[in-house]
């Protein structure tokens, strides 16, 4: 959606407008995504491979591509600063997440198994 605003010339006082709009809702949905995966599958994925007897996983050193990669992103960072933005709710878990209970019913309904449903009662 934003291609067309950057790919054309120097945009009018509009389109800047309008860029800025979509460059805002695309950041929302994103911190959203990378909270969801720090608060919410992380952990279960941590807790799922423990279960299955998986209580560590094999490292190796980051090859040349990831080592670029890595100093690309450090880069982008001390550009582009980190910000904050007050009109949207961050934090941990499903329960802070404004889909939850409009388009997602959380973690344990969306995803859960009856066999998770079955243990977590019985804890």
Do not use: K
Not at 7 to 16: A, T
């Amino acid at each position: 959606m934003m291609a067309p605003f950057l790919e054309q010339g120097p945009p009018s006082g509009d389109d800047r407008v309008r860029l800025r709009s979509l460059a805002i809702r695309y950041s929302h949905a994103l911190w959203r995504h990378i909270d969801a995966e720090n608060s919410v599958l992380f952990p279960e994925g941590a807790e799922r491979l423990r279960r299955c007897g998986l209580h560590e996983l094999p490292d190796r050193p980051m090859n040349e591509t990831e080592a670029a990669a890595r100093e690309g992103a450090a880069a982008l960072l001390v550009r582009y600063p980190s910000v904050e933005d007050s009109a949207l709710t961050r934090g941990d878990g499903c329960f802070m997440c404004r889909a939850h209970g409009e388009t997602c019913n959380g973690l344990e309904a969306e995803w859960w198994t009856d066999l998770e449903w079955d243990e977590f009662h019985i804890r």
